[in-house]
């Protein structure tokens, strides 16, 4: 069953669906649509992106195009060249570099954390969220496997019980999105990714901090060296 944040990824060239929710701005569409191409590399790292094609493409006007762009260049998706203009980002080794230095102090803590103060609830989502892992790895369905990864952090995150360093990590998984989808492009990491998760979960249900955090550093070094090979 896909879920409703890898259908967003997936379907990068749909039009806004009308819901009972309030409607977005066309600037934030447009931002949404830009940022989940960048992400799944359908605009490659290093293309130049002229307002004109992209408003084309996504089938939103130039000026919230533009406003897009102001805010992935923030989220320093996007940057501006001399003589090229808005160019996608590359992915550089220093940044893998620091975001993993990030990652394996925040997310080492937040797993010790979440192994002592973890609810029910909390391992019974994580459990779901493997469970439907394993079938989108067999499906080889990089999406389903972002969003699930992404869900899966976040559980851990909550499960931590520690609001801010929740919103840290939060941060910081949206910036590296772009950096999993590489890494998922190989499929052999597929099932790997999903097992890693497992041995993640089985320390917080065992209620172990050591194991949790060996758990977790032993993910994100697998994720690097798999990233290595890809770049």
């Known amino acids: 069953m896909r879920t409703e944040a890898a259908n967003t990824l997936l379907d990068v060239s749909a039009e806004p669906v009308e819901t ?11 931002y949404e649509l830009i940022k989940a191409r960048i992400i ?21 006007g130039r000026t919230p195009v533009r406003q897009a762009f102001d805010r992935l260049m923030r989220d320093g998706l996007v ?3 001399p003589r090229k203009g808005i160019v996608v980002r590359p992915i550089s080794h220093d940044e893998v570099h620091d975001m993993v230095e990030v990652r394996l102090l925040n997310e080492c803590f937040c797993a010790r954390l979440a192994a002592e103060r973890a609810e029910p609830a909390h391992l ?6 493997v469970a439907l892992g394993v079938e989108a790895a067999a499906n080889r369905d990089v999406a389903e496997l972002m ?8 559980t851990i995150s909550a499960a931590a019980g520690n609001p ?9 998984h949206e910036k590296a999105q772009r950096v999993w989808f590489v890494s998922l492009r190989a499929p052999e990491h597929h099932q790997r990714v999903v097992e890693e998760h497992a041995a993640i979960v089985e320390a917080l249900r065992s209620r172990d ?7 977790v550093r032993a993910h994100i070094r697998s994720f690097v060296d798999n990233l290595n090979r890809q770049l």
Request: charged share 25%.
């Open 79 to 81: 940057e501006v060249l």
């Open 40 to 60: 799944m590399c359908v605009f490659r790292p290093g293309e130049v992106l002229s307002e004109a094609a992209v408003s084309s493409a996504i089938n939103i």
């Open 209 to 215: 901090p050591d194991a949790a955090e060996a758990a």
């Open 20 to 30: 009972a929710a309030p409607a977005r701005s066309l600037r934030d569409e447009a």
């Open 147 to 154: 969003a699930l990864d992404r869900e899966f952090h976040a």
């Open 124 to 129: 019974s989502a994580l459990a779901i969220n």
């Open 164 to 172: 801010v360093l929740a919103e840290i990590l939060k941060s910081l």
